[in-house]
């Protein structure tokens, strides 16, 4: 009896020995299950075989950016820059970037404003008078800056929501550009159309 009391004793400082800290700081105690505690990985500034100048920290590849500098460019990622809504659309405006524009509008914009953004999508049709999207025509809102529009796409105004996580920076100033293709065609004159496309124009 004595002799198993004697071996359970033992036995308890052991298993407390092994959740102890260990023989120093840098010793980890035993640990069964790791939890990813101790992993196989390249340290900063330490050597690796698969590199033929053998360094394990690489360079970043062209075009990366800092986690420190990402919303360097206050103007294009929130529409406005020292207190002032962005004036002009910070995107190069091509056939790509109508496209780009046209597709995301269709998909974020149109159940709400229609595709032509006059304001007659589904979804106000369907809420009756307690929702009424805006029309996009409106000289209010053709009078508003770029970045004024990019920030409400993104933060939402009133019984809008907020569109920052759906789409992004980039789509965002894509949508603006091409809502001004249509707030241009729904006012626009013959005189805008060049000469050798009037024919097929009705």
Known sequence: MRLATTILIVAAFAGMAGCGPGAGKDTPPLWILPDMKIQEKYKPQQESPLFPDRSASRRPVVGTVSRENYFADEGYHFGHSGGQYVGKN?????????????????????????????????????????????????????????????????????????????????????????????????????????????????
Not at 186 to 198: Q, S, T, W
Request: include cysteine; glycine fraction near 10%.
């Open 90 to 202: 910070p995107v190069e405006i091509n056939e790509i970037t109508l496209r780009n524009g046209q597709k995301k509008f269709n998909v974020y914009c149109s159940p709400c404003h229609d595709r032509t953004a006059s304001g007659g999508g589904i979804v106000g049709k369907r809420a009756g008078a307690v929702f009424q999207p805006a029309n996009l025509h409106k000289q209010e809102i053709r009078d508003r800056n770029d970045g004024e529009l990019y920030s409400i796409i993104s933060d939402g105004r009133r019984i809008m929501s907020a569109y920052r996580n759906q789409i992004s920076d980039y789509d965002r100033w894509t949508v603006i550009a091409y809502l001004r293709v249509l707030q241009r065609a729904n006012g626009g004159k013959i005189d805008d159309v060049p000469e050798n496309l009037r024919a097929g124009v009705r």
